[in-house]
């Protein structure tokens, strides 16, 4: 069992940059891919990032690519999402997943956080 706590995020200008982050309980997080994904109102939620167990592979989509960057700790339990160059359409709930391999699909990950706000002012 894992379970996940998402903190970090807030309210920024478009242009703007936010850290989120994700603890993570239970002492086999090092075995977990872990990923980033977002729901904006009236979307589907949609895959941003992922990372491996390692960290030596990650996703992203495409949209964020270059301006988003997701890591790990596994000493701290702790995933990372540091968002750059934010712009309004990244506006969204934000949750960190955890599944035991890679995927994109929100359907197949197994935990949740409860998710964190980030809202992007132009």
């Known amino acids: 069992q894992v379970q996940l706590v998402e903190s970090g995020g807030g309210l920024v200008q478009s242009g703007g940059s936010l850290r989120l982050s994700c603890a993570a309980s239970g002492r086999t997080f090092s075995s977990y891919v872990m990923a980033w994904f977002r729901q904006a109102p009236g979307k589907e939620r949609e895959f941003v990032a992922a990372?491996?167990?390692?960290?030596?592979?990650?996703s992203y989509l495409d949209s964020v690519k270059g301006r988003f960057t997701i890591s790990r700790d596994n000493a701290k339990n702790t995933v990372y999402l540091q968002m750059d160059s934010l712009k309004p359409d990244d506006t969204a709930v934000y949750y960190c997943?955890?599944?035991?391999?890679?995927?994109?699909?929100?359907?197949?990950?197994?935990?949740w956080g409860q998710g964190t706000q980030v809202t992007v002012s132009s």
């Open positions: 990372i491996s167990w390692s960290g030596g592979t990650t």
């Open positions: 997943a955890a599944r035991r391999s890679m995927s994109y699909t929100a359907a197949s990950y197994d935990y």
